[in-house]
């Protein structure tokens, strides 16, 4: 599972991600780094809430992957350096050529306690 691939990969996953809905996005962006996105282009392209989506891309702005410009913000692929970007290249490879060995290693993460806590208040509310 998770060790056919490289442990560098392994641990970049496990850093960033926190659902397969988050890396596609990202990929999504990487595929045309020329265009910008907001939230609502981005739930429909990924079939998901447009606060979902938000959320998504203000969390990857804020690991470095994508940067934003104008209000409401748009956002575009960016890496803030080339190794962030050499990383992204060679898990979207990993992606392309493992992806249910991926979406296993991102769901078999030790939960976060915080998370699951506003899951579950999240879950609530949507009742």
Same mark, same amino acid.
Not at 107 to 115: L, N
């Given at each position: /599972? =998770?060790?056919? $691939?490289?442990?560098? !990969?392994?641990?970049? !996953?496990?850093?960033? $991600?926190?659902?397969?809905?988050? +890396?596609?996005?990202?990929?999504?962006?990487?595929?045309?780094?020329?265009?910008?996105?907001? =939230?609502?282009?981005?739930?429909?392209?990924?079939?998901?809430?447009?606060?979902?989506?938000? /959320?998504?891309?203000?969390?990857?702005?804020?690991?470095?992957?994508?940067?934003?410009?104008?209000?409401? =913000?748009?956002?575009?692929?960016? *890496?803030?350096?080339?190794?962030?970007?050499?990383?992204?290249?060679?898990? %979207?490879?990993?992606?392309?050529?493992?992806?249910?060995?991926?979406?296993? +290693?991102?769901?078999?993460?030790?939960?976060? *306690?915080?998370? %699951? $806590? %506003?899951?579950? $208040?999240?879950?609530?509310?949507?009742?």
């Amino acid at each position: /599972m =998770a060790e056919e $691939f490289p442990d560098n !990969i392994r641990r970049f !996953i496990t850093e960033n $991600f926190t659902s397969v809905e988050q +890396l596609e996005a990202l990929l999504l962006l990487r595929a045309d780094p020329e265009r910008t996105w907001d =939230a609502a282009e981005l739930s429909q392209a990924l079939y998901t809430q447009p606060e979902a989506a938000a /959320m998504r891309l203000a969390d990857l702005r804020g690991r470095g992957f994508l940067t934003a410009e104008g209000a409401p =913000a748009r956002y575009r692929y960016r *890496p803030a350096n080339s190794e962030l970007a050499r990383q992204v290249d060679l898990l %979207a490879d990993v992606y392309r050529e493992r992806r249910v060995t991926v979406i296993t +290693l991102i769901y078999s993460r030790p939960a976060d *306690p915080a998370q %699951a $806590f %506003a899951d579950a $208040f999240r879950l609530r509310k949507e009742k």
